[in-house]
């Protein structure tokens, strides 16, 4: 979650030419734009407990009250991928009138949880 958030952070700081711009338009929007350092680890915490923890199909929800941040995720399809555990990760976030939602795999190797292109074809 954590490289996700720097990727994203990053990408939102770096000067780009004016091609790249106009293909980043669309993530003008994207609320990661709008979380605060607080809010981004209010996100995380709640990702990392329903990793951890949860059973496919649980949902749960994670909120700033101080700037009204808020989000749901939800966590399924737990898999054995590469010898590793794997789930996908189901988002929905809602910051400073921004509104984003998508669905990622993820997959768990030394104690962290890293972002996962498809599982592979069998």
Known sequence: M???ILMLVLTF??????????NLDFMKDAPVVGMSDEDRELLRQ???????????GTVTS?????????????????????????R??????????????????????DDVWRFAPRRRSD
Request: net charge negative; with cysteine.
């Open 62 to 86: 994670w909120s700033n009250p101080e700037s009204d941040a808020h989000g749901r995720l939800k966590v399924s399809d737990t898999h054995e991928d590469y010898g590793t555990t794997c």
């Open 46 to 56: 709640a990702a990392r407990q329903l990793l951890e923890e949860e059973e496919d």
């Open 88 to 109: 996908m990760l189901a988002m929905h976030n809602r910051v400073e009138g921004r509104e984003g939602r998508g669905v990622m795999r993820v997959c768990k190797k």
């Open 2 to 4: 954590r490289h996700l």
């Open 13 to 22: 700081t770096v000067v780009a030419t004016p091609a790249l711009a106009v």
